[in-house]
C-alpha cells in the first residue's frame, strides 16, 4: 500500500475573475474614438469655412446693391418732372372730369326722356282730337311748349282743359295761348305752360 504524497491544492475558484475589456481592446476602441472626433472636427472646420465664404459674398452683394440704390436715389432726387408730361396729365385729367360730367347728364336726361316724356306723349295720345293736329313739343325742365293747328278756335280750349286732366299735367298751368293764321294756312296756335317765376308772383 502506497501513500498518497502530493496535495491537489488547485481549484477553478481560485482563479482571477477573466476581465472582458482588456488593454489592447481598450487601446483599439480609444483609437477608433480619437479618428471619429477627428473626422467630426474636419468636417465641421470645412462647413464653417464654406458658410463664413457664402456669408462674406452675400455681404459683398449687399454693399453693392446699397451703393447702386444710393446712386438710384440721388438720380431721383436731382430728376425734374417734364412741363409737357404734366401739361398732358392735367389735359386728360380735365377730360375725364368732362367725360364724368357729360355721362352724368345723359344719365339724367335718359331718365327724363324714358319717364317723363314717352309718359307725356303716351298721355297726348289718350287726349288726341281729330279738330287739332300738333307740330311740335318742347319740353325743358317744367317748363312747356306747344304748337299746332286747329280747323276751328273753339276747339283749342277744350283740348287745354282734356290736357290739364292726364296724369304728367295735372294741376299744370299755362300762361299764353296765342293763335294766328296765315295765307292758305289753317288757324295756328302756340300753348305755353306757366314758368317758375310767374308762379311764385
Known sequence: MSLKLRVNLYNASLLPPKLRLSFSRLLRVSVALLSLLLLANIFAYFSVSSLEQEKRDLVQIKNQLSSEKQVLEAEIATRTPSLALVKQVELLAQQIELKRLLLGELGT????????????LTDLASVADSSIWLSRIQVI???MRFEGYTSAPQHVPRWVEK???VDTLKGQAFSTLTMSRGEDKPL????????TEEKSQ
Open 109 to 120: 336726361l335718359k331718365a327724363i326722356t324714358s319717364k317723363g316724356y314717352s309718359a307725356l
Open 141 to 143: 325742365e317744367e317748363r
Open 163 to 165: 290736357l290739364q286732366q
Open 188 to 195: 295756328s296756335f302756340v300753348l305755353r305752360s306757366q314758368d
